[in-house]
């Protein structure tokens, strides 16, 4: 069983030469996340804001069976429990426009400066 939890998190990981793509390529896929993020931002006419706020919840604070008390009351107690919270927010979308023209644009040039590293990465590890 172990054996195979060990194989399953191994396979997980990819190939030698797809972890050293995914290496020098990282920069790339964070663009490209942003790319399609702006993207949705321009056909919907708006973002979202993602923030953090603490929200009150009532919560089980039931206290562990003891050998002094081995089936304990059940407790309800009121926690401060954080959350995410996703809101709209409006855009100059004339600015929104320009950012992904130039995303677009840095993503060519990182693109075509990564093309030797990922060569190097498929010579060094061949499948």
Known sequence: MKRVLILLALAACGTPQEQC??????DL???????A??????????????????MPRWLDCTPRPTAADPEPKSQMCMEDVAE???RPVA????????????MRDRRAQIASAMAPAVAACQQRYPE
């Open 91 to 102: 855009l100059n979308l004339t600015e929104e426009t320009a950012k992904l023209a130039s």
């Open 21 to 26: 793509i995914r290496g020098v390529t990282g």
């Open 37 to 54: 993020e702006t993207e949705g931002n321009i056909a919907r006419g708006f973002g979202y804001e993602t923030r953090v706020v603490t």
């Open 29 to 35: 896929s964070t663009l490209d996340r942003l790319i």
């Open 84 to 86: 995410e919270v996703r």
